[in-house]
T-cell receptor, first 112, second 116 residues
């Protein structure tokens, strides 16, 4: 079957660094996305990885290892506004079925 | 602001009723996706349309249907509503797939449906 695993909850301190992991088992791989979702709001796009390695975007970075079926989202210099759910989503091999497979999300609480 | 619009923002209705949710994609996007998100649940993919045609189907109930019109806006119809259908319904859109492009989905603000 197809599966994405993320920790359910994490807690961190303002100003610190936190790493949110995502492991996946899918029928093929065609890209991995990270989204941020504040409570009651729409998911917003953070990053996309399709090749192995680290993609850096300001305070946020995302890493991918296709051979290990593993990704992480790294958040630096945490701010209170980073308290949100972080969703990992994988696109399996293409064809006509281009839907994403979504993880349940990691709820991050940033404390002062 | 993602550029995706959804109406209405909130909807309160009774069991057994039927409602229609509307979505306008970002300018130039041909794909529209519908998702359901219940309290404490992950995003459940319902259905995707591409340029007016159904492209992919997820966990969409038979009581639910959708369509995409020539102007590319989409509607999700929910009928014979049950209490368990209370949820946030999101629409997302993406640009046409190209080699090397992420085909990122951009989400609308959602419609919060409450079935009483």
């Amino acid at each position: 079957g197809q599966n994405i695993d993320q920790p359910t909850e994490m807690t961190a301190t303002e100003g610190a660094i936190v790493q949110i992991n995502c492991t996946y088992q899918t029928s093929g791989f065609n890209g991995l996305f990270w989204y941020q979702q504040h409570a009651g709001e729409a998911p917003t796009f953070l990053s996309y990885n399709v090749l192995d390695g680290l993609e850096e975007k300001g305070r946020f970075s995302s890493f991918l290892s296709r051979s290990k079926g593993y990704s992480y989202l790294l958040l630096k210099e945490l701010q209170m506004k980073d308290s949100a759910s972080y969703l990992c989503a994988v696109r399996s091999l293409g064809g006509n079925n281009r839907k994403l497979i979504w993880g349940l999300g990691t709820s991050l609480a940033v404390n002062p | 602001d993602s550029g995706v619009t959804q109406t209405p923002k909130h909807l309160i209705t009774a069991t057994g009723q039927r409602v229609t949710l509307r979505c306008s994609p970002r300018s130039g996007d041909l794909s529209v996706y519908w998702y359901q998100q219940s309290l404490d649940q992950g995003l459940q993919f319902l259905i995707q349309y591409y340029n007016g045609e159904e492209r992919a189907k997820g966990n969409i109930l038979e009581r639910f249907s959708a369509q995409q019109f020539p102007d590319l806006h989409s509607e999700l119809n929910l009928s014979s509503l049950e209490l368990g259908d209370s949820a946030l319904y999101f629409c997302a859109s993406s640009a046409p797939a190209r080699v090397g492009m992420a085909e990122t989905q951009y989400f609308g603000p959602g419609t919060r449906l409450l079935v009483l």
